[in-house]
């Protein structure tokens, strides 16, 4: 199974900028959908973004579209989330995901996920 390291979170002012980044291990990366997701003190986990294993494909939650960007680089096993415009609710432990499809990543039970990066925003 992939494994997966995130990195970048940090403290930022609000209307700042971050990029979080997902290295994973395994040749097999290219074939996964990937995932951001997000969990805020107190709150369940949401989806944030997802890209399809060729990158051509990209969902976003509402609260976070036009202002995160995801990608990947496949030939270095990492995805990326651009954060954009960052508001104190978007403070939160981000973390990765892979799995089979990038309509049902983070639903499944075979996914794998990183340890997380904790990102603040403040005001």
């Known amino acids: 199974q992939v494994q997966l390291v995130e990195s970048g979170g940090g403290l930022v002012q609000a209307g700042g900028s971050l990029r979080l980044s997902c290295a994973a291990s395994g040749r097999t990366f290219s074939t996964y959908a990937m995932g951001w997701f997000r969990q805020a003190p107190g709150k369940e986990r949401e989806f944030v973004a997802t890209?399809?294993?060729?990158?051509?494909?990209?969902y976003y939650a509402d609260s976070v579209k036009d202002r995160f960007t995801i990608s990947r680089d496949n030939a270095k096993n990492t995805v990326f989330l651009q954060m954009n415009s960052l508001k104190p609710e978007d403070t939160a432990v981000y973390y990765c995901?892979?799995?089979?499809?990038?309509?049902?990543?983070?639903?499944?039970?075979?996914?794998?996920w990183g340890q997380g990066t904790l990102v603040t925003v403040s005001s």
């Open positions: 890209i399809s294993w060729g990158g051509k494909r990209q």
């Open positions: 995901a892979a799995g089979a499809s990038i309509t049902t990543i983070g639903t499944s039970p075979l996914d794998a």
